[in-house]
């Protein structure tokens, strides 16, 4: 990618993020994270590792229709398991709804 501006758009980001279903958000070191926004534009599953992180737009949006929020002290095999074992729908479900909002 030649600029940042190439990289920012939904097809760019979807290439560099591969064919990912999810994508983990860690805890950045402001109150949100970039990471956050390249998942919904790579079009994966935001799953967020922090206790503490509240995505943006949380009072507009039912983020809970798109984001996972997975507690800290349970990133251990469960989280891939429970990724693994998530129903194809369930994950289109996701995906729909965050198009939604992007």
């Not at 758009?9 to 990912?20: K, T, V």
């Not at 534009?41 to 039912?62: I, N």
Request: hydrophobic fraction near 45%; aromatic fraction near 12%; glycine fraction near 4%.
């Amino acid at each position: 990618f030649s600029t940042i501006n190439n990289m920012l758009g939904p097809q760019s980001m979807q290439r560099l993020m591969g064919d990912a279903k999810f994508c983990l958000v860690p805890r950045g070191r402001a109150a949100w994270s970039v990471r956050f926004f390249e998942s919904l534009w790579a079009g994966c599953v935001p799953v967020l590792l922090s206790d503490h992180y509240h995505p943006p737009f949380d009072g507009l949006f039912d983020v809970a229709s798109f984001v996972i929020k997975w507690p800290v002290a349970r990133i251990d095999d469960s989280l891939v398991q429970f990724m693994s074992n998530m129903p194809l729908e369930a994950i289109e479900r996701y995906t729909a709804a965050a198009r939604r909002v992007r």
